[in-house]
């Protein structure tokens, strides 16, 4: 079974195809600043990809992560009020490595020390609408069905 995730900012979309199958589909929320590879720009990188870790297993829906860590909060619009500045992480996290040296992989334009994730946010997020700080936004429903359907390793291309 081999499984791929396409990414297409033009339309705010994700793919799951599985065997040459597109399997799925989820709207998504990229870089409000939009698609670049530079360090410090908050946009979305592009090129291939591959999943280097999967974060927050057994983390119950809407759980709140910091640094990669759950804090152990769940999300909440009372927490959202008491913390206005947080880019909210929650559910899950599927942390990328670029794949293309010079491109999306070391010095200045590396994915993974980006900490560029897929990941989920809170529901009153819009998605198919370009907002997040450079990582892929989902709905945490959508994040909980891919994450359990990709793999360490799992090849990710985000195109235009």
């Known amino acids: 079974m081999c499984v791929q995730v396409m990414i297409y900012l033009s339309s705010q979309t994700l793919e ?17 600043a939009g698609s670049g590879n530079q360090k410090n720009s908050g946009q979305t990188p592009l090129g291939r990809h591959y999943i280097r870790a999967k974060i927050g297993a057994g983390v119950p829906v809407n759980g709140v992560f910091v640094g990669r860590r759950f804090t152990g909060e769940i999300y909440s619009e009372a927490l959202a009020k008491q913390f206005p500045q947080r880019d909210w992480i929650l559910t899950r996290i599927l942390w990328l490595c670029g794949c293309e040296l010079g491109h999306n992989r070391m010095g200045q334009v590396d994915t993974m020390q980006r900490y560029i994730y897929l990941h989920g946010t809170p529901d009153s997020e819009p998605m ?9 936004r989902l709905r945490n429903q959508d994040l909980l069905m891919l994450f359990d359907w990709v793999r360490w390793g799992t090849a990710v291309e985000i195109c235009p």
């Not at 040459?20 to 870089?31: E, G, H, L, N, Y």
């Not at 198919?128 to 700080?133: A, K, Q, R």
């Open 16 to 32: 799951v195809w599985q065997d040459a199958v597109c399997k799925k589909r989820f709207f998504i929320s990229s870089a409000k």
């Open 128 to 136: 198919g609408v370009p907002l997040s700080h450079g990582c892929i």
